[in-house]
């Protein structure tokens, strides 16, 4: 199982959120340098959000498909700390997905793959399901977009059926109401999720949370981290994260 750092990206400097609240924010410092820190940890992924790019609408017809403010603090990280990283926020464009996938591992996708679940697997067939998962954000039972600032109204697993559907094999499952409260990931949620592989993210709370995810595909480390829950490089070089 892969236990993830998640660094968040806002205005250059690595933040947390609460319950995805662009306005409850709290800064954490240069996210470069926590990058090289979770490496030194013995992190073996990371796990990065361009938070600004996550919350802007979608481009209108005719303008810019790029629209990626942290694309250069996270070409920074992954040419410092080379090792994987996944990276999401913003990414609703082809030509945004090979921006970033010539510098990263993977690429999520979000809002793009909820308004359009043939987008996902277009980049499937184009980059391959190794590099592509999907970020599926929940709020109640429903799929949160834009930053988890607009409601879609399609329900959670009706949204996975489609993407089983188009080839996605990986995806990262939020419940939005968990996310920075420290409140321990919706496990009910993840029981109800078949035949694809589970990054479990939002909750985290402390070790043995990180322990209860074992047999999922991975889980994200965020907040606990940031606020001392978590012994990070235990969790980094436990068992559980040599499992395959």
Same mark, same amino acid.
């Given at each position: 199982m892969l236990v993830i750092p998640a660094i968040d990206i806002m205005g250059g400097k690595?933040?947390?959120?609460?319950?995805?609240?662009?306005? +409850?924010?709290t800064v954490y410092g240069d996210p470069v340098e926590i990058a090289q820190k979770f490496k030194g940890m013995g992190a073996k $992924?990371?796990? *990065?959000?361009?938070? &600004?790019?996550? !919350?802007?609408?979608?481009?209108?017809? !005719?303008e810019s498909r790029l629209f990626n403010p942290g694309y250069d603090v996270i070409a920074e990280i992954c040419a410092k700390v080379k090792i994987p990283v996944q990276v999401g926020g913003g990414i609703r464009s082809k030509e945004a997905?090979? +921006? $970033?996938?010539? *510098?990263?591992?993977?690429?999520?996708?979000?809002?793009?793959?909820?308004?359009?679940?043939g987008f996902?697997?277009?980049c499937i067939r184009e980059y391959g399901a190794d590099r592509i998962a999907v970020s599926v954000d929940v709020l109640g039972d429903e799929i949160a977009v834009? !930053?988890?600032?607009?409601?879609? !109204?399609?329900? $959670?697993?009706?949204? *996975? @059926?489609?993407?089983?559907?188009?080839?996605?094999?990986? *995806? %990262?499952?939020?419940?939005? =109401?968990k996310d920075g409260?420290?409140?321990?990931?919706?496990?009910?949620?993840y029981e109800k999720i078949k035949g694809v592989n589970i990054i479990v993210s939002g909750g985290v709370s402390c070790e043995a949370d990180v322990e209860k995810a074992r047999g999922y595909y991975g889980v994200i480390v965020g907040k606990a981290y940031y606020e001392g829950k978590? &012994?990070?490089?235990?969790?980094?070089? =436990?068992? %559980?994260?040599? @499992?395959?």
């Amino acid at each position: 199982m892969l236990v993830i750092p998640a660094i968040d990206i806002m205005g250059g400097k690595a933040v947390r959120l609460y319950q995805g609240d662009y306005n +409850k924010k709290t800064v954490y410092g240069d996210p470069v340098e926590i990058a090289q820190k979770f490496k030194g940890m013995g992190a073996k $992924y990371l796990h *990065i959000v361009d938070l &600004d790019g996550a !919350g802007a609408s979608s481009p209108a017809p !005719g303008e810019s498909r790029l629209f990626n403010p942290g694309y250069d603090v996270i070409a920074e990280i992954c040419a410092k700390v080379k090792i994987p990283v996944q990276v999401g926020g913003g990414i609703r464009s082809k030509e945004a997905a090979e +921006k $970033y996938l010539r *510098i990263a591992d993977r690429v999520i996708l979000g809002t793009a793959a909820v308004k359009n679940p043939g987008f996902a697997g277009e980049c499937i067939r184009e980059y391959g399901a190794d590099r592509i998962a999907v970020s599926v954000d929940v709020l109640g039972d429903e799929i949160a977009v834009c !930053g988890w600032t607009e409601n879609s !109204g399609m329900n $959670y697993l009706d949204f *996975i @059926e489609l993407l089983k559907d188009v080839g996605v094999k990986t *995806i %990262i499952a939020t419940d939005i =109401s968990k996310d920075g409260a420290l409140s321990s990931p919706n496990w009910k949620m993840y029981e109800k999720i078949k035949g694809v592989n589970i990054i479990v993210s939002g909750g985290v709370s402390c070790e043995a949370d990180v322990e209860k995810a074992r047999g999922y595909y991975g889980v994200i480390v965020g907040k606990a981290y940031y606020e001392g829950k978590v &012994d990070l490089e235990k969790c980094l070089n =436990s068992k %559980i994260a040599r @499992e395959e």
